[in-house]
């Protein structure tokens, strides 16, 4: 989609540090870490947010979720670690491309908002 800064991560336009790619995800670190280990888990395929999943595309979620146990074992979140989604403007979205925040490397904090 034009002018999504994540589908233009996805098609190398802008550069990102990439941890995991395959034919339907791609994982790379977030710009502004917010854990000692924050990276950005996302469909090549333009999916808005999370409102937008249906049954004609939550295999990619499903897929998703099926790689970050791998995704993590590789950046070494032994120990655990938070998945998070935002979405919509309550849910403080700033990427209109649903993206699942992966975050470690640390004791996360208790609360969640
Ligand atoms: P959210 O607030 O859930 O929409 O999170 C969007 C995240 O995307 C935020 O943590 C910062 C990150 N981000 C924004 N632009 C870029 C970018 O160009 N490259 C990378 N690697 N991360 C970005």
Redesign the pocket.
């Known amino acids: 989609m034009d002018n999504c ?1 994540f589908c233009k ?1 996805v098609d190398g336009s ?1 550069p ?2 990439k941890v995991y790619e395959d034919e339907m995800i791609v994982a ?5 870490p ?1 854990a000692p280990v ?1 990276v ?1 888990v996302v469909p090549k395929q333009h999916i808005s947010c999370a409102d937008e999943i249906d049954e004609s595309n939550s295999s990619v979620v499903a897929h998703i979720f099926t790689k970050i146990p791998q995704i993590a074992k590789t950046l070494g979140l032994e120990n655990g670690y938070r998945i ?3 979405c919509g403007s309550d849910g ?4 209109k491309h649903i ?1 699942f ?1 992966l975050l470690g490397g640390t004791q996360l904090n208790g609360r969640m908002a």
């Open positions: 800064i991560i802008i990102s540090k790379f670190y977030d710009l502004e917010q924050h950005l998070v989604n935002n403080c979205q700033s990427v993206h925040h």
